[in-house]
């Protein structure tokens, strides 16, 4: 049966309730970080239901079915544990509770109190007659599913009685008939699938917690102050008022519990409860003891009570409810019923549901002991895992029951290790940041000088007296100034006026072939043709054009020779390499003509001097 439902959607991943589970039936798998409730391995003892900080874990819920077995034709009884009388402190008298369940609609209501009274009987003649063999009391359907499922070679050691629920349920029946629909309320999630577990007279068809009750008299607004008193319906419990104490169930069958003559251990509570069964399994010839086990502290703190409520007023609250009772109480009446209902069937067998996994290997262990900083760790432990010790943690990782994040030093030393991690990394993205931002700003200078130079040479190209033209490895026009323009004539000014600098035009388009084809040679070999005389509409260029980017850019000066400034300047520099040839030669020959050479030189410099010396021609 499924106990226990987790609402993802409110989950938060806390795993409270994954720490909180004795057996593990809570998991968060490999590639989730969400609870997944196993089941099979569940033992409804409700540890995971009041741990979880936003109310994500709840246990199945039995006010449907009770209402419509109220609804139905037939008659209902209602079984009430007697713990009730700690569950509600609020309600003044119990007979105003009684009322309230009656006015409900339930036909009959009991108290489980006496089916108590014949359980404690059945314990009474088992200890008494001792036969060299220890039992552990099934009352607690906790602790009977814990042996089922994890101590099955203790089954045999179980009690072989039925809980008190069940016994009450077959007295009830054989009071109305066994048609009669039985509803047991009381503190316990786990009796909800222990009904199950019986059919016939002992079949219980719904269970209600108390807090399940609490919300049915809410939704049909029943309140103390709106009822009259009304009792319990016959048979009435004697000392089974005490049960939801944990020693309640030895009082009732007359066990000897003083320290010298004391035949049986009582235990209560999670943690004993767990380490109990395991000592009674390791060593039971040396406890020499039967043990009373109950998963909560009695049926006094179960997860289906109120949890507002203390442990010390709850007892004190039941040890009043008992003495009031029992002032007036007809022990004559309950004899009668005691041998009445003597031969209802009290015994039980139990169902072997071995939920063990297979024991890591010790090498596995130690592995995963040492994974999360804990080797050699077989007994300590800080329990903030939900384990016992750290090796018990380890088994459990080995078996897929856990993972190493569970373990709280690992996970805060991952974490920590983490944040060191993203604070280098941060450290180093700030730093890379300072030099992006850094390079950044060189950038924009060197983006800027590089914008004013590209400025200044644009300047300069276009005021550049000779034609100039500056072209990519396509003959594309880059850039070219308005005296290139003008050498190309009026179609390529038409051009220009549209597209400034005539950027990105065909140079084949604008020059003859012997012209472009400077430009192709210069990209081509990378090298530089400087002073190459070409004709040109009917006029003589001298051109130079120069490799500005290997194979990629090339740029090229045009003079015309036609103009005077350039002409003169031309025949200035053509006289000059003539000199220059010509004093090499001489200087050769200086040394054979000596002073010769310097008289050749002057009358040289004297003709250059002279012809610059004349006019322009208009």
Not at 105 to 112: L, P, R, S, T
Not at 290 to 302: A, D, P, S, T
Not at 388 to 415: M, W
Not at 576 to 601: C, P, R, Y
Request: proline content about 3%.
């Amino acid at each position: 049966m499924k106990l226990i439902n987790i609402d993802l959607e409110k989950c938060n991943c806390t795993h409270a309730c994954i720490r909180a589970c004795p057996v593990k039936a809570i998991q968060a798998k490999k590639n989730s970080e969400y609870p997944e409730v196993n089941h099979q391995r569940c033992i409804g003892c409700g540890s995971c239901l009041h741990v979880c900080p936003v109310e994500a874990v709840s246990n199945i819920k039995s006010t449907d079915a009770t209402l419509e077995l109220l609804k139905s034709e037939g008659k209902t009884a209602a079984i009430v544990d007697p713990s009730i009388s700690g569950e509600f402190p609020d309600i003044t008298d119990y007979r105003k509770f009684v009322e309230m369940i009656r006015k409900l609609g339930f036909d009959y209501i009991n108290e489980v109190s006496f089916g108590v009274d014949l359980v404690a009987r059945e314990y009474h003649k088992l200890f008494s007659n001792f036969k060299g063999k220890y039992y552990i009391t099934a009352n607690c359907p906790s602790v009977v599913s814990y042996v089922e499922k994890f101590f099955p070679e203790l089954i045999q050691n179980l009690s072989p009685i039925i809980n008190p629920m069940t016994a009450t349920a077959k007295v009830v029946r054989k009071q109305h008939g066994e048609k009669l629909n039985v509803v047991y309320i009381g503190p316990c999630v786990s009796a909800k699938d222990e009904a199950l577990r019986h059919e016939g007279t002992g079949r219980v068809d719904a269970c209600l917690t108390f807090g399940e009750l609490r919300e049915l008299f809410k939704d049909a607004d029943i309140k103390e102050s709106t009822v009259e008193y009304s009792d319990f319906d016959q048979p009435i419990g004697y000392l089974g008022s005490l049960y939801p104490l944990s020693k309640g169930i030895v009082a009732a069958a007359d066990i000897e519990d003083s320290l010298l003559g004391k035949k049986i251990f009582t235990v209560d509570g999670k943690v004993n409860m767990l380490e109990a069964i395991e000592e009674f399994n390791d060593s039971t010839e040396l406890l020499k003891k039967h043990l009373n086990v109950f998963y909560n502290e009695g049926c006094l703190m179960g997860p289906g009570t109120t949890q507002t409520s203390k442990k010390y007023f709850r007892k004190s609250l039941v040890i009043d409810y008992a003495q009031k009772r029992l002032q007036n109480f007809d022990k004559k009446a309950w004899k009668e019923n005691m041998d009445y209902f003597s031969d209802i069937d009290l015994s039980r067998e139990f169902i072997n549901d071995d939920q063990r996994l297979p024991m890591p290997s010790e090498e596995k262990i130690e592995e995963i002991l040492k994974s999360v900083g804990k080797e050699g760790s077989e007994s300590s432990s800080c329990s903030a895992c939900g384990f016992r010790s750290c090796q018990d943690f380890a088994q459990a990782v080995g078996q897929g029951l856990s993972k190493p994040e569970a373990c709280l030093t690992y996970s805060i030393k991952n974490k920590q290790e983490y944040i060191k991690t993203l604070k280098s990394k941060n450290d180093k993205l700030r730093k890379q940041q300072n030099n992006y931002q850094e390079n950044e700003k060189l950038l924009k200078s060197e983006n800027q000088k590089i914008k004013t130079r590209s400025d200044t040479i644009a300047a300069m190209l276009h005021n550049l007296p000779s034609a100039a033209v500056i072209v990519d490895e396509k003959l594309k026009v880059i850039e070219s100034n308005n005296s290139f323009v003008n050498i190309l004539g009026d179609d390529a000014q038409l051009i220009n006026d549209v597209i400034p600098g005539l950027i990105g035009a065909d140079l084949k388009t604008l020059l003859p072939y012997n012209i472009y084809n400077l430009f192709h040679y210069v990209l081509q070999k990378d090298e530089n043709i400087v002073g190459r005389d070409v004709n040109f509409n009917d006029g003589l260029l001298n051109i130079s054009v120069f490799s500005l980017k290997s194979n990629k850019i090339a740029g090229a000066v045009f003079r015309d020779m036609y103009v005077a400034e350039v002409r003169q300047e031309e025949i200035i520099h053509r006289v000059s390499e003539v000199i220059d040839e010509n004093l090499h030669m001489v200087q050769q020959i200086a040394f054979s003509l000596g002073e010769g050479a310097s008289k050749t030189e002057k009358m040289l410099n004297s003709i250059i001097e002279t012809y610059k010396r004349i006019k322009k021609p208009e």
